[in-house]
């Protein structure tokens, strides 16, 4: 059986993380999405609830060949664990190639894994985590971004967001 895994850290998952995920499960015998702990961010939503709305989304769109976890360890070992022998990373026009060509390199040196790289739909190559995030902040409609359910965990998180701010500069 030929297993991938779609690393990220999905913080929140878009419509471009959801498009790679279902063309990938289309090659491969399954999928491992892996939400990627890690300790020096600190995400907008927790681990769980980010694995939680990628398994909703994909049970959505029949996605049956597709596993949903988490780690705070090296993908490599992940893979190791889970007898993957590819990661499988969506790629846009905005640097993503340069930043993503190191790490491949060092996950194959250290975990005899292979990386490959899947060109985003023209479509979706615009959107990120961080510019649905800051369109968010904004006041911006994300709607067709990110799956439906993350529009209002979004606004819940902005507001709570919000909320700490306006404490911390009141003290």
Do not use: W
Not at 79 to 86: H, L, P, T, W, Y
């Amino acid at each position: 059986m030929t297993i991938a895994v779609c690393p990220g850290s999905y913080d929140p998952v878009t419509a471009g993380h959801l498009d790679v995920i279902e063309r990938s499960a289309r090659f491969f015998e399954q999928v491992h999405v892996v939400v990627a702990v890690n300790a020096a961010k600190t995400p907008m939503f927790p681990a769980h609830t980010r694995v939680d709305v990628i398994r909703r989304a994909l049970a959505k769109d029949g996605c049956t060949n597709v596993v949903v976890a988490s780690t705070d360890g090296l993908i490599t070992d992940y893979c190791r664990e889970v007898g993957a022998s590819v990661i499988v990373k969506g790629l846009r026009q905005n640097g993503d190639y340069e930043a993503e060509l190191g790490m491949a390199l060092v996950n194959r040196k250290i975990g005899d894994v292979e990386t490959l790289f899947l060109p985003a739909d023209p479509v979706l190559e615009h959107i990120s985590s961080s510019i649905v995030k800051d369109v968010a902040r904004h006041g911006g409609d994300v709607t067709g971004m990110v799956p439906d359910c993350v529009v209002p965990m979004l606004t819940e998180a902005l507001a709570r967001e919000a909320s700490a701010r306006d404490t911390r500069a009141n003290a």
